[in-house]
C-alpha cells in the first residue's frame, strides 16, 4: 500500500474540522479572515508534524502510566519553539493569533494524532501523517477564513473588492457557526458520494 493514503486521508477521511469535528476553538475564533485560518492552520500543522516525529520515537520507551504527561511535554516544546519563530519572524501574525497559538498545546487534533497514530507507527508514517492531517486543518481553517471574510468584510487576504461593509455577522460568532455547518454539509455530502 502506497505512503500517499497517510496524507490523503487526513486531508479527506479523517479530515479534522469537518469529519471528526475536532479543534472547533481555533477554528471558530480564529477564521475571521482567510490569512487567519491559513496562519493558524500553518502553526498548528508545524506542531502536529514535530511532535508527531518526537512521540514516535520515544513511545516505545515510554511507561503508559506516564503516556499522556510525556506526550504533552513533547508537544507543550514544540509550541514553544512555534511561539518564539513568530515572535522573531512574524509579530503581526503572533500578535493576531494572540492567545490561540499557546492553546495549541492542548488541542484535540494534535494530542489525539499522538495518542491514536503516532505511538503506533513509524517515524515516517507519523510524519506523512501529521502533514495529512495538517494540510486537511490548514485547508479547512482558510476554506472558513475566505467564505466569512468575503462575505463580512468583501475582501479576501486583505484585498476589498466589495464595495460596502459587509454583513457583519459572519466576521462575529453566529457567522463562524453558519459557515462551519454549511461547509461541513458541503463537505460530507461529497464524500458520501466517493
Known amino acids: 500500500m502506497s505512503k500517499w493514503h497517510f496524507i490523503t486521508d487526513g486531508f479527506v477521511k479523517n479530515n479534522p474540522t469537518f469529519v471528526l469535528v475536532l479543534g472547533m476553538c481555533p477554528t471558530l475564533a480564529t477564521t475571521t479572515s482567510a490569512l487567519n485560518g491559513l ?20 513511545a516505545p520507551m515510554v511507561p503508559d502510566k506516564v503516556r499522556i504527561p510525556v506526550y504533552i511535554t513533547v508537544i507543550a516544546t514544540f509550541v514553544t519553539v ?24 492542548v488541542n484535540c487534533i494534535v494530542l489525539g494524532r499522538a495518542e491514536g497514530f503516532a505511538n503506533k507507527h513509524s517515524v515516517g508514517e507519523s510524519a506523512l501523517d501529521g502533514i495529512g492531517v495538517g494540510i486537511g486543518f490548514t485547508v479547512s481553517l482558510t476554506v472558513i477564513g475566505i467564505v466569512r471574510e468575503i462575505l ?3 475582501s479576501l487576504f486583505g484585498w476589498k473588492f466589495i464595495p460596502g461593509d459587509g454583513i457583519l455577522a459572519f466576521v462575529m460568532a453566529p457567522g463562524a457557526f453558519l459557515v462551519l455547518g454549511y461547509l461541513m454539509v458541503l463537505f460530507n455530502k461529497y464524500l458520501a458520494k466517493k
Do not use: D, H, K, R
Open 39 to 58: 496562519e493558524m492552520g500553518l502553526a498548528t500543522m508545524f506542531v502536529l508534524v514535530l511532535s508527531n516525529i518526537v512521540i514516535s520515537l520515544v
Open 82 to 105: 512555534l511561539q518564539l519563530l513568530m515572535q522573531a519572524f512574524t509579530p503581526a501574525a503572533y500578535e493576531t493569533l494572540g492567545l490561540f497559538i499557546p492553546l495549541i498545546v
Open 152 to 154: 463580512g468584510s468583501g
